[in-house]
């Protein structure tokens, strides 16, 4: 089922997102939109940021045969590789009226599909006719679509989400806005124009050289409160990394190495002769990977969901898969960006 679904998938998404006025309104790998959306709307108040709950399983099948009932080629080999029936512990095996799970890999960009439409079907409501192709391009840049997270014109907002309501769906009114200088979407907070989303401390400070996990953690939580300008909280952890005799200096986010991000730019203390390029000491994570051989149709559909001409970069990509075994860290020489 994977397999076919991968298959429909991949020139589904492309065909969307290449298509002239679809992918201003519908994306499927790139939130920025959404975010930089978010971030006008906190700022002149004209747009709505909206959420919804329990998405994926309030999409219907019926939901998805309307859509594309004018796309019979289309339906039939979307229907085809649906899951119909689930075996649920305790109530055994249940029909699903649902289009699909998040296991499914057409979940994702079918319920955006649907939101999509049920936004502008809501729009209507508002405008008393129907769209016109003149009309759906008077909203680029102002109704935008990336999973269950909606952005609408505000002067919408009410129509939207009853809309989305008549549907079936439910609006998270806890995280969806319209009123005020906040706004919030794809993992972003604003309040009136101004980056505030939350810098997220996820593990406990490092002891000794041996945390790895704690170091990293870390590492990327300081770097994370420096751009967010927390100088206080920065230069207290930095004196933590320091204390622990850790190689501490300044690189970009591109680097190879583990550092501290610093808008004044990156560190050097040692000259590559051969590549010609500037060296600093950093931690690099090193892993000890995971045996995971794989072969027959696994390994074909690996190869298959590849969108791209170029080999793969690791060659070993076959014999090990999922989390390492061990990771550890191991201090030398990088290039700082």
Not at 107 to 130: D, S, W, Y
Not at 148 to 175: M, Q, T, W
Not at 235 to 255: C, F
Not at 267 to 285: E, F, K, S, Y
Request: proline share 4%; glycine share 8%; hydrophobic share 40%.
């Amino acid at each position: 089922m994977q397999y076919m679904q991968q298959a429909l998938l991949q020139p589904l998404v492309k065909a969307i997102e290449s298509d002239k006025l679809a992918r201003h309104f519908v994306g499927f790998t790139d939130q920025v939109p959404n975010q930089e959306l978010a971030m006008k709307g906190s700022l002149d108040g004209s747009l709505a940021t909206l959420d919804l709950s329990e998405a994926s399983d309030r999409v219907s099948n019926q939901h998805v045969r309307i859509l594309l009932e004018r796309y019979p080629s289309l339906a039939e080999g979307v229907d085809a590789t649906r899951s119909r029936k689930a075996d649920v512990d305790g109530h055994g095996v249940i029909r699903l009226a649902k289009f699909a799970s998040m296991g499914s890999a057409l979940c994702f960009p079918f319920e955006a599909m649907v939101f999509t439409t049920v936004v502008f079907i809501g729009i209507e409501k508002v405008l008393n006719r129907q769209l016109t192709r003149k009309d759906l391009k008077s909203f680029i840049g102002r109704v935008r679509v990336y999973g269950d997270d909606i952005i609408v014109p505000v002067e919408y907002a009410l129509s939207v989400v009853e809309s989305l309501e008549a549907f079936g769906f439910r609006v998270n009114s806890g995280k969806s806005f319209w009123t005020g200088k906040f706004r919030e979407s794809c993992g972003k907070d604003y309040y009136a124009g101004q980056d505030v989303s939350l810098v997220r401390l996820r593990s406990d400070l490092p002891t000794q050289q041996q945390h790895t996990s704690e170091i990293v953690s870390i590492a990327d939580f300081r770097n994370q409160l420096y751009k967010a300008g927390y100088w206080k909280s920065v230069r207290y952890l930095d004196g933590v990394l320091e204390d622990l005799k850790l190689p501490w200096n300044a690189v970009l986010d591109t680097s190879p190495g583990i550092g501290k991000f610093s808008f004044l730019g990156y560190q050097t203390d040692g000259w590559d002769n051969d590549l010609q390029r500037p060296l600093v000491r950093a931690m690099v994570i090193r892993t000890t990977p995971r045996v995971s051989k794989l072969d027959g149709w696994g390994a074909m559909l690996k190869y298959f969901l590849k969108d791209s001409e170029l080999p793969f970069l690791d060659p070993k990509h076959l014999e090990y898969a999922g989390r390492p075994v061990a990771v550890n860290i191991k201090h030398r020489r990088v290039v700082p960006y």
